[in-house]
């Protein structure tokens, strides 16, 4: 008998066509919990989780035993499908095949693979054929929404794909009214606008095509503040000047045909092609067979791995490999060099999740603390593309495993020194052994890079190759040197190699007894000239993985000229490669035979002075970027665009020596750098990466006992904690920055202090904390006679009575706070004030003036390019419209503060607007898409620990099951509100009428 299964719509189950009871909804949530994870075991709290999430009852583990009995009996005439009890957990044993779901990501895998556009198309239509509405249809707990949330986009992804396809086999006319129905919905997604530009064009409508680019223009200007990307703009200039090449091309074969924009970057972060690539065409072929599709159905292979001896050539093998066949990856490739045998610098697993992250367009802000988390979202944001990941330079299976994809559509290439039989056993991976060059080969690379003096000695070249240990590395090197020395032959220079071979105590790269290089590397730097050796040898104790040529100067105390030609000459002798944007890089062993060299060759004291100087040119560098980007009064203008372009080439440079600095004894250039680049990684910068480096200050300044440098660097790391959502973690790190403030008497900045730890207490729900935190820094603020922050401190106050019930103790000290305002000349102050002042006092006029005020507000922050303050002017807005009954305007503005929240990454504010715009939507009728903003402040409130909003987002889910004529789906949550609420102690539901709480 023949089972099928289904998730992609209702979840239901077919037996020879017959459909099965299943019973009712939550041991269907089951069984679409077994489905999604087919032939895999989930265990009973995963389940329980899943299935009920929070709201599981005392007795759910024996409902779940009862659902899964049941469950077994419906499916017992379904041939070999069983749901079996295995240590791991419970099993659904059916073929994952006969799971729509899992048929719908094989096939889209397949049509990736595919080159022919026909084929590809027929197989993306065959998989969209299978949905029958939205996933787990009638059935909701967290987990399912969740998972919801996600596959609805693999369907929008393939159906971008599915456009292409047909667009590149010209059947635009018949895409044309889809596509214009899709642009209605998704009017912000730039590949979708793109497909629409192309088909109009393609039907004679071009003035329509260029009507499509403004639309968008305008829309991206309004809800994201930004402009169409490089993609669709060339897009329209081409369309534009009626460009012949738009044309639709006749034929199937899969080419490259026009660009079309994507909605998400896609990244090309191979480093640049081996010159003078010889041989390996077996690995090759090894490589190219990895990509055939499966021949029976077994999942694609999604691991590959290059193993063998350092300077084997595994690098320059997958780099040939992977520009081969990119064509084959057309939503990027992904590249990084993890250094894993590098003792003092390998990359952590962290950073190379948050580089990868930021690749795939995730904005610093929005990436997560963790690891774990990390890696759940690289997964997540590769799921549906079609990617080549290369991890190059491995040292283990840890190091590797948190990069993995969770999809079948990509394929990792890792190279390592070690065989990592990890990689094989666990995660299925097809291991590629790579071998020294065979004799023939060696001594061809020579001839390619020599040149005919090895036809002339071909003996004497087959014993150089040999010398060589057949290693790729060595073999280059020695070409060079030859290369050069053409006046001696190359026996004369093999008997030199040999020499230095007996000499020297060779190198055992990698525990392999061939792989003796250091001779070869000795036989180049021997023939230096001494001030190129000595930058070699300097180059060495870099922190980073790349210099530019100012940094070298410094790094040698050289100018930029004289570096310049030195470095020339490091490369003509193959020790050093240009990177890109005329940056240089060196291969690890040459790195590692470097930093040796230094520390036998230069004293201490030089050694320290070089290094002082190169982290001197750093600071400085930073400093006047930071100046130029946001000035100091008095700073001398500056080129905003060439200081971030600076920045951002040197950023990974930057990082390094922070960390490097606070642990190798250059602790105040650490704690100085930390500060001048926190003011750029937090206005917008990759927060992971600010995470680190604030954290290497902080360890700096403990470490020579500066506590005025450790308070600040605290404070800064608070900060980041409470972007992040680590409540917890920003409590615990502004309360020791507050100690240290108290101890130094410093009183202003002890007011900041208690004004951020009441802020993470408000958060957090503790009210009483709160207030008292706010108290005292309003105290210190009238020692200081310091308006504004008297002025701040008893808005906050006037919020802490708002939120307890208190409205008319709120009153007084928000009116309080408006007179000092008004004082100050403080306009943008006085109109948030107002609009909280307008939202508790219910008067029409009031709520009128709040919001001519806030409109005022909004040009002059979006004038200023503030877009922090803009979110939050837009939320006020949006609340006096929706009290003043204008619940379109209200939407509208809160639906695009939330775009701002997001990209800011402030996610506590995301997750009151996500309420906020839930309470406005149900209360304008859209009781389904208001559930859909709650479910979001849930999930998001849950992650960061704000109790008071999770309240909110019950009480809004239980008002929208209600509405919807369902009470017993709305009870749980009604009663989790009212618990939340009171273990809060403030007002039940108080929705917009009581103001948010400031972030600013």
Not at 387 to 405: E, G, K, T, W
Not at 718 to 739: F, I, K, P, V
Not at 792 to 807: H, P
């Amino acid at each position: 008998m023949t089972a099928e299964f289904g998730v992609l719509g209702a979840v239901e189950a077919r037996i020879d066509g017959r459909p099965v009871a299943l019973g009712h909804a939550r041991q269907r949530c089951v069984l679409g919990v077994l489905l999604v994870e087919a032939g895999r075991p989930v265990t009973v709290d995963q389940l329980i989780d899943r299935v009920w999430g929070e709201d599981a009852p005392q007795r759910a583990a024996g409902a779940l035993y009862s659902y899964l009995s049941r469950l077994r009996s419906a499916v017992a005439g379904a041939g070999e499908v069983e749901i079996r009890r295995r240590p791991g957990g419970y099993v659904l044993t059916a073929d994952p095949q006969t799971v729509d779901l899992h048929r719908f990501r094989r096939l889209m895998t397949l049509a990736r693979q595919s080159d022919a556009d026909a084929t590809a198309t027929e197989l993306t239509e065959q998989a969209l054929g299978l949905w029958r509405g939205e996933p787990f249809a009638g059935l909701d707990t967290p987990w399912l929404a969740s998972m919801r949330r996600l596959l609805l986009g693999e369907r929008f992804a393939a159906e971008l794909d599915r456009n292409d396809g047909l667009l590149r086999l010209g059947r635009h006319s018949e895409l044309l009214p889809a596509l214009s129905a899709a642009v209605a919905e998704h009017p912000l997604d730039e590949r979708l606008a793109g497909q629409a530009m192309l088909a109009l064009y393609r039907c004679g409508r071009q003035a329509d095509a260029d009507e499509q680019y403004r639309r968008i223009r305008r829309c991206l200007a309004d809800e994201l503040g930004s402009d169409p990307g490089a993609a669709l703009r060339r897009l329209h200039e081409r369309i534009l000047a009626a460009d012949p090449g738009l044309q639709a091309a006749a034929g199937d074969a899969r080419s490259p045909g026009v660009p079309l924009t994507a909605a998400t970057p896609v990244p090309a972060q191979l480093p640049a092609d081996v010159r003078a690539f010889i041989g390996r065409t077996e690995e090759l072929a090894t490589l190219d067979r990895l990509l055939a599709p499966p021949e029976s159905d077994e999942p694609p292979l999604t691991v590959a791995l290059l193993s063998g001896t350092a300077g084997v050539g595994k690098s320059a093998l997958a780099v040939r490999w992977a520009h081969r066949v990119r064509g084959s990856f057309p939503d990027g490739q992904l590249y990084v060099n993890l250094r894993g045998y590098d003792a003092e610098q390998p990359v952590a697993v962290a950073d190379a999740l948050a580089g990868f992250l930021t690749a795939l367009g995730v904005r610093g802000p929005e990436i997560p603390p963790g690891i774990d988390e990390r890696a759940g979202r690289y997964r997540s944001e590769l799921t549906g593309r079609r990617m080549l990941v290369l991890l190059d330079n491995a040292s283990s299976v840890d190091q590797i495993r948190p990069l993995l994809p969770g999809t079948g559509s990509c394929l990792v290439l890792i190279t390592s020194r070690d065989s990592l039989p990890g990689m094989v056993a666990v995660h299925g991976a097809e291991r590629v052994n790579l071998d020294l060059l065979p004799p023939a080969d060696a001594v061809a690379l020579l001839r390619r890079l020599i040149g005919a003096r090895v036809d002339r000695e071909p003996a004497v070249a087959a014993a150089l190759a040999a010398a060589c240990a057949r290693l790729p590395l060595a073999l280059r090197i020695a070409a060079e040197l030859a290369a050069e020395r053409t006046g001696a032959s190359l026996a004369e220079l093999v008997a030199e190699l040999g020499d230095h071979q007996v000499r020297l105590d060779l190198l055992n790269a990698g525990g392999d007894p061939h792989a003796e290089v250091r001779a070869v590397f000795s036989w180049s730097y021997q023939h230096l000239p001494a001030d190129a050796a000595r930058v070699f040898r300097l180059l060495g104790l870099h922190p980073g993985d790349n210099v530019h040529v100012d940094a070298v100067a410094a790094l040698t105390g050289a100018d930029a000229g004289e570096a310049r030609r030195l470095l020339g000459v490091l490369v003509r002798a193959s020790l050093i490669h240009v990177g890109r944007g005329g940056r240089y890089g060196m291969h690890d062993l040459l790195r590692a035979y470097a930093a040796e060299l230094a520390a036998a060759h230069d004293a201490p004291a030089d050694r320290r002075a070089a290094l002082t100087g190169l982290f001197d040119h750093y600071l400085a560098g930073s400093v006047a970027a930071m100046d130029a980007l946001h000035p100091r009064q008095g700073a001398s203008p500056g080129d905003p665009e060439a200081a971030r372009n600076w920045i951002e080439a040197e950023r990974p440079n930057l990082a390094a020596t922070c960390i490097y600095g606070a642990a190798h004894g250059w602790p105040r250039h650490a704690i100085a750098l930390a500060g001048t680049l926190f003011r750029y990684l937090d206005a917008g910068g990759p927060v992971a990466e600010a995470v680190t480096v604030t954290a290497s200050a902080v360890a700096a300044a403990r470490a020579v006992g500066d506590r005025q440098a450790q308070a600040r660097a605290l404070s800064d790391l608070g900060r980041l904690h409470r972007r992040q959502g680590r409540l917890d973690d920003a409590a615990a790190t502004y309360g020791h920055a507050l100690m240290l403030y108290a101890d130094l008497g410093e009183r202003a900045a002890e007011a900041v202090a208690l004004r951020n730890l009441g802020s993470v207490h408000w958060r957090l729900g503790d009210y009483r904390q709160a207030a008292e935190h706010y108290r005292r820094a309003w105290a210190h603020y009238q020692g200081l006679d310091d308006g504004a922050g008297q002025a701040d401190a008893l808005v906050r106050l006037g919020l802490v009575d708002a939120r307890l019930g208190d409205q008319a103790a709120a009153t007084q000290r928000l009116r309080s706070a408006l007179e000092l305002f008004a004082r100050l000349g403080d306009g943008f102050s006085e109109a948030y004030v107002s609009s909280l002042l307008a939202r508790l006092s219910h008067e029409p006029a009031e709520l009128e003036r709040s919001a001519v005020l806030l409109e005022q507000s909004l040009a002059v922050v979006r004038q200023a390019g503030d877009r922090t303050a803009e979110a939050y002017v837009l939320t006020d807005l949006a609340a006096v419209h929706a009290r003043s009954g204008r619940l379109a305007e209200a939407a509208g503005h809160l639906r695009r503060a939330l775009v701002l929240h997001r990209r800011i990454g402030d996610r506590a504010s995301e997750a009151e607007a996500l309420n906020d715009l839930g309470q406005v939507l149900h209360a304008a009728g859209a009781a389904g898409e208001a559930r859909a903003q709650h479910e979001q402040a849930l999930i998001l409130a849950r992650e960061i620990g704000d109790r008071y909003e999770q309240a909110r987002a019950h009480d809004g889910l239980a008002a929208t099951a209600e509405a919807g004529g369902d009470p017993d789906g709305g009870r749980p949550h009604r009663e989790l509100a009212r618990r939340g609420f009171a273990d809060l102690a403030v007002p039940a539901a108080p929705g917009l009428e009581v103001p948010a709480a400031p972030g600013r």
